[in-house]
């Protein structure tokens, strides 16, 4: 069973920055291609980003996020964090990471095997 835990949400103003961190069970990441969804208040939750397994490797966006946020790995910390800059008040969600093995890249929910508890994000003046 792979355990995931993220941290590094919190209260911040418009237009700042945040990393988010995920924490993979010891040596477990390098076998996982992994990504970040959201849920905000009232929606359903949603696709944010994903890398695959090796590092350096794939990596894809929501629309929404492009050019603002950047998912990296260290598959030797088996962490992987979500550097989120410029943020804006719809950005306000639970953050969540995400794990499943295999080569291709997945942007469903359903495509994930292992899910955190989730970090809370407030974007707020």
């Known amino acids: 069973q792979v355990q995931l835990v993220e941290s590094g949400g919190g209260l911040v103003q418009p237009g700042g920055s945040l990393r988010l961190s995920c924490a993979v069970s010891?040596?477990?990441?390098?076998?996982?291609?992994m990504g970040w969804f959201r849920q905000a208040p009232g929606k359903e939750r949603e696709f944010v980003a994903f890398?695959?397994?090796?590092?350096?490797?794939?990596?894809t966006y929501a629309d929404s996020v492009k050019g603002r946020f950047t998912i990296s790995r260290d598959n030797a910390k088996d962490t992987v964090y979500l550097q989120m800059n410029s943020l804006k008040p719809e950005d306000t969600a639970v953050y969540y990471c995400?794990?499943?093995?295999?080569?291709?890249?997945?942007?469903?929910?359903?495509?994930?095997?292992?899910w955190g508890q989730g970090t809370q994000v407030t974007v707020s003046s």
């Open positions: 995400a794990a499943r093995g295999g080569p291709s890249t997945y942007t469903s929910e359903a495509d994930y095997d292992y």
């Open positions: 890398i695959s397994r090796r590092g350096g490797g794939t990596t």
């Open positions: 010891r040596g477990a990441l390098s076998r996982y291609a």
